[in-house]
């Protein structure tokens, strides 16, 4: 199937409203009932530097990364200066009527004479957008009463003004740039979520009440977007001195009986594993977030990876159960995040989310949710039968034991981060050791049970298996559809789940497949390590990014070229 989408590029230093103009025509596409798929690109700067703000947008169905532009809006020098090659043909520049656009298709705009301030530059490049895709005002002026309102009529009235003014100008000029094509009629209902917000509402939608954390890039936005709606879901978002003091408030909220997440990154991730191993201990359900980010240390802070996987499969001094989930879109985002809190409740076992930058800030656009087919999630045990013989720790057959919270009945509940007895008191008593221990991974059988099996897309005997996790999904989808045009047989393998492996849901397809390729964004091919650690199977061949960039079909292709 051709590309038909046509993306947008806005370039510019951070302060220069870049974001206004993007989330603005990215809002007002998706009401309109286009596709949308946002890509975020920003420095470690409050002011300066380069960033951009990149609007993939058509009719068809995508959610992933182009590296192609075919609009670029340039809001300063550097921008026309680094973007311009990508430029398609047909494609065009927008750029204030001071910069040097020769050789270029360009609207020249003369910003100082269609804003009378300098706050309303980005508005002026909106309407100029607008106009040259040919899409009526009518969504954008609503989004700008939205926007603006609490400041005031004047102020609305004033955007407003600006807009149109943008907008008409654009009229009067000769250009060559092809209309969008017309939305569809009666879209219906749709949501313009980035990866992080659907992990909040998920997380909401699953009884989260707690909820503590220390600002990290870009992790933070998750508890914003609790922070939001807390007043409303009666969930209390604490912002901790330190990573290990907001990991260790959420352990006690949890043994407390809240429903608790820490989001993070993984510098500030690497702070909190001595929490991660007490909540193993304590056998008690919390869930982390992890947002990756190129490292080591400090390493590219805004820019994305897959790098992570390891630390979070091994955080934790010791050895007990846990589940790591790798969504691969925004809506899984919200699915994911509600079922790690049903597997963190049914298991007694700290559970993870782990993203990366790309897919925490990409904004896309999806269907209401159906939260009627939410599963319930297990509860506490608020009254034992009989409190006098209760056992917070007793050994079980699944390794699940009845789990009370304290002060909600007679029953003493007693935990220890030590090893401990059934009745939860220190022990060093051996036999007691091995029971305890073998009670706690027997957790790991029902989770590999109920892990999420791989998606799989294409047909079973295909020459190629592009097998890759997490935010890689649509852009191996991407390169599927590219390659199947060019006459190749292509099938891909997605997990959503990288922990626990059942072998039994996807070996089968790996021994079968003519040829199986794994994409991943990290340097070292950290899921291929883990399937032949845990099954045998060895990929011979790898496509791997790790220049804090995220990963496009066009990569896809460029890296099979030397393997096909």
Not at 109 to 138: M, Q, R, T, W
Not at 332 to 355: D, G, I, N
Not at 373 to 395: G, I, M
Request: hydrophobic fraction near 45%.
């Amino acid at each position: 199937m051709p590309d038909n989408s046509i993306v947008i590029l806005v370039g510019g230093e951070a302060g220069q409203g870049l974001v206004t103009i993007g989330q603005l025509m990215a809002k007002a596409l998706v009401r309109a009932g286009y596709e949308v798929c946002v890509v975020q690109d920003y420095q470690s700067r409050i002011r300066g530097g380069h960033n951009t703000f990149v609007i993939r947008t058509g009719l068809d169905a995508f959610h992933a990364p182009s590296e192609k532009v075919d609009i670029l809006v340039a809001l300063n020098a550097e921008t026309l200066a680094l973007h311009k090659h990508q430029l398609t043909p047909g494609g065009i520049v927008l750029a204030d009527e001071a910069l040097d656009t020769t050789g270029l298709n360009a609207l020249r705009i003369p910003f100082k004479k269609l804003a009378p301030k300098a706050v309303y530059e980005n508005v002026v490049a909106l309407g100029v957008v607008a106009s040259a895709l040919c899409k009526d005002l009518g969504h954008l002026e609503d989004l700008l009463r939205e926007t603006f309102g609490k400041k005031g009529q004047e102020v609305v009235e004033q955007n407003l003004a600006v807009l149109r003014a943008a907008y008409a100008w654009v009229r009067t000029q000769e250009y060559g740039f092809a209309c969008m094509p017309p939305p569809p009629e009666n879209p219906g209902q749709r949501l313009m979520l980035t990866g992080n917000e659907a992990v909040a509402l998920g997380a909401l939608a699953a009884g989260c009440n707690f909820c503590s954390f220390y600002p990290m890039t870009p992790g933070s936005s998750v508890a914003l977007s609790l922070a939001e709606h807390a007043k409303d879901m009666g969930t209390v978002v604490e912002q901790a001195e330190d990573e290990i003091a907001a990991a260790n408030m959420a352990v006690g909220a949890a043994c407390a009986g809240a429903r608790a997440i820490v989001p993070t990154s993984g510098g500030g991730f690497a702070l909190m594993v001595e929490a991660v191993s007490l909540a193993g201990m304590l056998e008690t359900p919390v869930v982390f977030l992890v947002a990756m980010r190129p490292g080591p240390a400090t390493g590219l802070p805004t820019r994305t990876e897959q790098a992570d996987l390891n630390l979070v499969l091994y955080a934790g001094h010791g050895e007990f159960p846990r589940a790591v989930f790798t969504p691969g879109s925004v809506d899984e985002c919200f699915y994911l995040a509600h079922r790690a809190f049903e597997m963190a409740e049914k298991y007694q076992s700290p559970v993870f989310v782990l993203t990366d930058q790309y897919l925490a800030d990409s904004f896309q656009n999806v269907e209401p949710f159906d939260l009627a087919s939410l599963p319930e999630l297990p509860a506490p045990l608020l009254a034992p039968d009989d409190p006098k013989t209760y056992k917070r720790f007793a050994l079980t057959e699944d390794g699940v034991s009845p789990r009370a919270i304290p002060g909600f009945s007679e029953a003493l509940v007693v935990s220890d981060s030590d090893e401990h007895t059934e009745d939860g008191k220190l022990t060093e008593d051996l036999d007691v050791r091995v029971k305890m221990v073998t009670k706690r991974l027997a957790k790991g059988v029902g989770l590999a049970e109920d892990a999420v099996p791989p998606g799989f897309y294409g047909e079973d005997d295909a020459e190629l298996l592009l097998v890759c996790w997490g935010s890689t999904l649509h852009a191996a989808m991407e390169a599927r559809e590219l390659l199947e045009e060019a006459g190749r047989s292509v099938a891909v393998l997605h997990f959503s789940q990288v922990w626990p492996l059942n072998g039994d849901q996807f070996l089968p397809r790996l021994e079968a497949a003519g040829r199986a390729v794994c994409v991943e964004g990290n340097a070292t091919g950290q899921l291929a390590r883990l399937i032949r650690q845990e099954t045998g199977f060895r990929f011979t061949d790898l496509v791997l990014r790790f220049d804090g960039l995220p990963i496009s079909a066009a990569f896809i292709l460029r890296g099979l070229e030397s393997i096909l």
